[in-house]
């Protein structure tokens, strides 16, 4: 059942990574406009806005920063912070610059675009991967099983994203997202056996993808019977409680970019269960009323 999920996913994804991709380059959202129909430019900028330190898309800023010779500053802060800069930019017509990834719920709120990125410092397009500790297939066969078969698309990880941002708890997005799509759901769970309040943890870091990917898995391991505990943490931590047995498993192994340094550190200690969403990806994004700025190199 993985492999049909898996081609029906890759088919709708593609129709879905379109579609964002016409919304970052500039689609027809209000929310981004210039209302004196005026370039915003960058002159004024003296950092770029990021999320926390430990992130894969923090080191690729920085290698950025000096590969383009960019009089820039790195702003550490939060996903949940960076959009809050980036809201408030907006609402103020000023050029702000972050630390950007797909899917994220900010392209369809606002009116955004990926600087293009001739050296390729941010690389191609991304996968998330599914990881577990060593040992998670012996210990826990029908939690291991729903792991390996999750796979799903933009638009489905869109939908949980949206409810979470507009106010709804994470746990009330997933269960209702689940609920509206129990065939996808059925796959997942096929041929799997009750069991009787075995306990996993997932690991995740605070991305709103990863909130809703991590709730949703959540809650059908938890429609079948697991105890499930969730744990925040940064990337650093995230991988190496995986590696360590600490956790039991993660849905937020971004690759081959992100998370490339982490993998090599711990592939060997880890199982890779394999990709669980297509077509992601990292780089540095602005308002498209920011008409001048169409590379990192103009940033300069």
């Not at 800069?85 to 994220?104: F, R, Y």
């Not at 990917?213 to 959540?218: E, H, R």
């Not at 200690?269 to 077509?279: C, P, R, S, T, W």
Request: proline share 2%; aromatic share 8%; hydrophobic share 40%.
């Amino acid at each position: 059942m993985k492999m049909d999920a898996k081609k029906l996913g890759m088919a709708v994804g593609l129709t879905s990574i379109l579609a964002l991709a016409a919304c970052g380059d500039g689609g027809d959202t209000a929310a981004g406009d210039d209302s004196n129909g005026e370039s915003v430019d960058a002159s004024d900028l003296r950092e770029i806005t990021g999320i926390d330190g430990g992130a894969g898309i923090m080191a690729a800023t920085e290698t950025a920063i000096d590969t383009y010779g960019l009089d820039l500053g790195l702003q550490v802060s939060s996903g949940a912070a960076m959009t809050e800069a980036l809201g408030n930019a907006i609402a103020n017509e000023e050029a702000i610059v972050v630390t950007g990834w797909t899917p994220h719920w900010k392209f369809g709120a606002y009116d955004l675009k990926y600087l293009d990125d001739p050296e390729g410092v941010y690389g191609g397009e991304e996968s998330i991967h599914t990881f577990t500790r060593e040992g998670l297939a012996e210990d826990a066969p029908e939690a291991n099983a729903v792991l390996d078969n999750f796979y799903w698309t933009e638009d489905d990880m869109n939908a949980v994203m949206v409810d979470i941002q507009e106010g709804m708890d994470p746990e009330e997005a997933a269960a209702n997202w689940v609920d509206e799509n129990a065939d996808l759901v059925s796959e997942w769970t096929d041929g799997v056996d009750q069991v009787n309040g075995e306990s996993v943890s997932l690991a995740y870091v605070s991305w709103d993808s990863e909130i809703a990917s991590t709730n949703v898995v959540k809650t059908v391991l938890e429609s079948v019977g697991y105890d499930v505990e969730l744990s925040s943490m940064e990337s650093a931590f995230m991988w190496t409680a995986i590696a360590e047995g600490e956790q039991d498993a993660m849905v937020a192994g971004w690759l081959p970019a992100t998370h490339e340094a982490y993998y090599e550190d711990y592939k060997d200690q880890i199982v890779d269960l394999g990709v669980n969403f297509e077509g992601a990806k990292i780089g540095l994004v602005v308002p498209t009323y920011m008409e001048d700025v169409n590379s990192i190199e103009d940033l300069k």
